[in-house]
T-cell receptor, first 115, second 114 residues
Framework: DAGVIQSPRHEVTEMGQEVTLRCKPISGHDYLFWYRQTMMRGLELLIY????????DSGMPEDRFSAKMPNASFSTLKIQPSEPRDSAVYFCASIKGGLPYNEQFFGPGTRLTVL | GQQLNQSPQSMFIQEGEDVSMNCTSS?????WLWYKQDPGEGPVLLIA?????ELTSNGRLTAQFGITRKDSFLNISASIPSDVGIYFCAGQLRLTGGGNKLTFGTGTQLKVEL
């Protein structure tokens, strides 16, 4: 299996621009998570989906952030407009629910820099 | 959001030394996990603990799930250069749909001197 795939790996943009981060979960996994990692706040859960439906978006910082999962194999995290404080590494993770012992598998992350 | 308190924040040790780090929470978790993150990569699961009081080993790694379910520690014996990285604890809560939700610790940066 290819694992969780994220693109782009690096993104540099200017303040005010729209940014779209992409994630392909592991095939067969029915949960997808978006995390943000910064030095100040560590790893934070932003939102997660179950069977393509957003379940808990309480971690989304503000209305500038939105996430979608149009099908089981693709999700996007969009920031519009972007601000310098959004600079962070964004991770996507997936898991297959319903198993006695299940592990979240993380993608390699997208390093976002907003100038 | 909630974060777990992890200590130490960083460690600089010599190759061959043993390493110990711990994690505490104000909340109870039904599973504790330890992850390692290499530069430029996502966290990778090292050890999972499912029962209070459980002591689990994975090669040179040993971890324990505290009896109160609010803490855990990780030991690495005889450290080697490839142990360098950031180690995270994570408390896991099961979700009603069968998935799980993680809350991560603040991380311990480990550096190993040859």
């Amino acid at each position: 299996d290819a694992g969780v795939i994220q693109s782009p790996r690096h993104e540099v943009t200017e303040m005010g621009q729209e940014v779209t981060l992409r994630c392909k979960p592991i095939s067969g996994h029915d949960y997808l998570f978006w995390y943000r990692q910064t030095m100040m706040r560590g790893l934070e859960l932003l939102i997660y989906f179950n069977n393509n439906v957003p379940i808990d978006d309480s971690g989304m910082p503000e209305d500038r952030f939105s996430a979608k999962m149009p099908n089981a194999s693709f999700s996007t995290l969009k920031i519009q407009p972007s601000e310098p404080r959004d600079s962070a590494v964004y991770f996507c993770a997936s898991i297959k629910g319903g198993l006695p012992y299940n592990e979240q598998f993380f993608g390699p992350g997208t390093r976002l820099t907003v100038l | 959001g909630q974060q777990l308190n992890q200590s130490p924040q960083s460690m600089f040790i010599q190759e061959g030394e043993d390493v110990s780090m711990n994690c505490t929470s104000s909340s109870i978790f039904n599973t504790w996990l330890w992850y390692k993150q290499d530069p430029g990569e996502g966290p990778v699961l090292l050890i999972a603990l499912y029962k209070a009081g459980e002591l689990t080993s994975n090669g040179r790694l040993t971890a324990q799930f505290g009896i109160t379910r609010k803490d855990s520690f990780l030991n690495i014996s005889a450290s080697i250069p490839s142990d360098v990285g950031i180690y995270f604890c994570a408390g896991q809560l099961r979700l009603t749909g069968g998935g799980n939700k993680l809350t991560f610790g603040t991380g311990t940066q480990l550096k190993v001197e040859l």
